[in-house]
């Protein structure tokens, strides 16, 4: 009994369908899909369904715009706050700005005597 391989002349469509994962043809393109199949394959959302995508994704952009703002409203009031510890653990007493100013040598100018 002789073997044919020769493959049928239609092939049903793969399942699941891998269309997205396909390089688009134009420039951006296929930079897009870059940075998304390498966003995908870094953080393994390619073995998450589309829903399950999606409500990571906004954990994420939700988490870092919190984080964001916090870091634009606190963290300037924060840094002053620590340059007067600063000044207060190098030189043993509260000064403020005069004594940071003095010591770098920065008397000069818009900064004298404040």
Known sequence: MPVSLTPPAHLPPPKPDHSHTRKPT???GVFLWRYRMWFEATFVLSMLEPW???LLITIFAVLFFLVCSGIIMYL???LGVMQNRAV???WGQEGGERLLWQWLGLTT???KEL
């Open 88 to 90: 207060y653990y190098l």
């Open 52 to 54: 399950e995508k999606i």
């Open 26 to 28: 134009s420039a951006l």
């Open 109 to 111: 100018g818009l900064h």
């Open 76 to 78: 300037p009031t924060h």
